[in-house]
């Protein structure tokens, strides 16, 4: 099968051409970072022909883990063909990884994206000219639009594995007796393995130690090449590590004035200038971050979600009934029809109620992602996260945390140091994710009905305050180490496309859907029998005898000084650890109903609002589910680890649900004074 490897800078489009080559529905994302892992697909009609979509690159030598992984991919694993796509509105950075990729002597083939961008805004490229002076076949493509696509597949097609394309090492015309000399050392190099000698050369002149360490060089060689390089140093008057970047950009700088027929209009980039300076202002800008999130939540929960939310709770009963009442009239067995009343649909019923707010709340937010805001609100964070001992790199792993912390998790692999990205690991699940939106609508919908806003603001505000506090502890511990530095890209403006996030909110309703129906399905019938029946197995009238009430009971102990004791509660926190959403499952199935005004009414009999809210605040913060500790456990190659991040989140969480309920007790009581 031929392998083709799609490579590029990071935000050039390179998951955007993969979906379109290979018709799959990977994430799209308008800021650095999405793409960590290689992602395979068949292209679309070439059942022969497989691509793999590389973590986005700048250079050939590696910085990150990223880079690595594509850099590590490119030189062993050898595709045969190598499809580099190019931003057309960025050509001169895009094109330094291109003259890159000529040293590991694989075909190429240029994929000339956003060449609308470029003529929208009154410029325009010669392509003929610049494959003629790449000797790289050159197509034009519109990713984003999928224009071009077809032309490109055709292209890839004809690409003849055994042509090599120009490594333009004339241009080191200069150095090239010193550059012959140490490149026929390493040729004659018996630790020489699958490594290019154009590209080990380029490596070793610019010090790239742990390649060098590779290759175990007698220190007669190395000798030889310290002296090298030490000519070649005196000769350009550069030093070895940033030679060739001296090299390669005198060369692009000639290239882009034979190939630009027009300059761009530079008037969107002005117009984006200014939007940026309110957006990314030091101060101005985190007071917009703040309204714009404030207002993506009061249109989730309350004037798009609910209403929707209800509606679609409403349908749900209306076709339990039906359900309920086809089985009934087949005088199907009574215990069967109880599992499946108060068992599956109850439990099931309940969760999917929370569909609607999910929906709404991650189309805002991929919406605000699409139009390259997102990339601002990291690039501003990044001044912010440096004060606590991060970089704004971590960032993006906490912020995809708002919708699920497995796919934060994975996004922290992008982190360059190792201290950040287990800093990062340890706060992400602290962030309140999109299963928990379920149990927080019910607790404030019930308790805090006419300070919704206020409620939801304080509950997601307090789990970045503490994200917050633990950086900073962090930062104290290990006060001698910088934070990485953050290289990120400001993509320019655009109207986001519906059909990529309606894709994106596809895939997490998928997502959601597949946890429903497996882990709460399932969840659901576990708790309707160990409600049903006692100790002895025996069927129980009420759920205050039943095996699950017994096992609750024994540890209520432990929640009195929370303020809660309630068995009810306390079985519904046991089974949060499997999925968050099962605590409102949890809920429906003891209290055996779905209406949210009989739930409230419940909830309300056995709890005060200082109790109320330290259930809440226990509920955000007490470990994350099995799915997020079994990724916190391969990222960290360590069950220890991971079980020691679950245990201490627990205990801030008790901590801090304490407080809450001893706080918010004496405010109440003053107020009962006063």
């Not at 489009?13 to 018709?23: E, Q, S, V, W």
Request: hydrophobic share 50%; aromatic share 12%.
């Amino acid at each position: 099968m031929k392998t083709i490897a799609l490579v590029g800078n990071q935000n050039c489009g390179k998951t955007t051409l993969f979906n379109a080559l290979t018709h799959s529905h990977q994430h799209v994302g308008n800021f650095p970072g999405v793409t960590v892992d290689k992602k395979i697909g068949i292209i679309k009609g070439q059942n022969s022909v497989q691509i793999i979509d590389l973590p986005g690159i700048y250079s050939l030598t590696p910085y990150s883990m990223e880079e690595k992984v594509t850099i590590d991919y490119l030189i062993h694993d050898k595709p045969d063909v190598i499809l580099n796509i190019v931003d057309a509105s960025h050509l001169e950075r895009n094109l330094f990884l291109t003259l890159q990729l000529c040293e590991l002597e694989i075909p190429i083939i240029i994929a000339l994206n956003m060449i609308d961008i470029v003529r929208n805004h009154g410029g325009d490229i010669d392509v003929d000219e610049l494959e003629n002076v790449l000797k790289i076949p050159v197509v034009t493509i519109s990713a984003h639009q999928k224009k071009g696509v077809n032309s490109l597949v055709h292209q890839l097609s004809l690409c003849n594995q055994k042509k090599h394309h120009e490594t333009f090492y004339h241009e080191f015309y200069h150095i090239q007796e010193e550059f012959n000399e140490i490149k026929t050392i390493i040729e004659h190099s018996s630790q020489q393995t699958s490594y290019p000698s154009l590209y080990v050369t380029v490596q070793i002149i610019e010090n790239n130690l742990p390649l060098i360490h590779q290759f175990h060089f007698t220190s007669m060689q190395m000798t030889v090449i310290d002296e090298l390089v030490k000519r070649i140093e005196l000769k350009s008057g550069i030093k070895r590590d940033v030679i060739f970047i001296e090299i390669h950009y005198q060369l692009i700088e000639k290239i882009c004035q034979k190939v630009f027929l027009k300059p761009m209009n530079l008037t969107e980039f002005q117009r984006c200038e200014k939007i940026d300076r309110w957006l990314t202002h030091p101060y101005f800008g985190i007071i917009i971050f703040i309204f714009i999130m404030f207002l993506i939540f009061y249109l989730t929960f309350h004037l798009i979600g609910k209403p929707l939310q209800l509606l679609f709770l409403d349908t749900i009963d209306f076709f339990t009934h039906i359900l309920i009442s086809c089985l009934e009239s087949c005088d199907v067995y009574y215990l069967l029809i109880s599992l499946i009343k108060d068992g599956i649909c109850l439990g099931v019923g309940s969760t999917l109620s929370f569909l609607p707010l999910i929906m709404t709340l991650f189309f805002l937010l991929y919406f605000l992602e699409d139009t390259g805001y997102m990339a601002r609100v990291a690039f501003m964070m990044d001044r912010l996260f440096r004060k606590i001992g991060l970089s704004g790199q971590s960032f993006v792993p906490l912020l995809i945390g708002f919708g699920c912390s497995v796919p934060a998790m994975m996004a922290s692999r992008t982190l360059t140091h190792q201290k950040d990205k287990i800093i990062t690991l340890i706060l992400i699940p602290y962030i309140s994710c999109s299963a928990k939106l379920p149990i927080y609508s019910l607790i404030i919908a019930t308790f805090f009905h006419e300070k919704v806003l206020i409620a939801f603001c304080f509950i997601y505000l307090i789990g970045i305050f503490i994200v917050i506090f633990i950086a900073y502890m962090f930062k104290i511990v290990f006060s001698k180490d910088e934070a990485a530095p953050f290289l990120l890209e400001l993509p320019l403006y655009k109207i986001p496309s519906l059909e990529n996030i309606f894709y994106d909110v596809f895939v997490k309703i998928v997502d959601f859907l597949k946890k429903t129906f497996t882990v709460i399905l399932f969840a659901s019938i576990l708790i309707w029998f160990l409600q049903n029946y006692n100790i002895q197995w025996q069927m129980v009238k009420e759920s205050s005898q039943s095996l699950l009430s017994v096992v609750a009971k024994k540890i209520s102990w432990i929640f009195i000084p929370l303020g809660f004791d309630d068995w009810q509660l306390i079985t519904s926190l046991l089974t949060g650890i499997c999925a968050k959403e099962s605590i409102v499952t949890t809920l429906s199935l003891l209290f055996h109903t779905t209406d949210y005004n009989l739930l409230s009414h419940f909830l309300q009999s056995i709890l005060t609002t200082p109790q109320a809210l330290s259930f809440l605040t226990f509920c955000a913060l007490y470990t994350p589910c099995m799915a997020t500790l079994a990724t916190c456990k391969k990222e960290l190659h360590s069950l220890k680890k991971a079980l020691s991040i679950a245990i201490c989140q627990t205990l801030i969480a008790y901590v801090i649900a304490f407080l809450v309920y001893r706080i918010s007790s004496f405010f109440i009581a003053l107020c009962i004074i006063f």
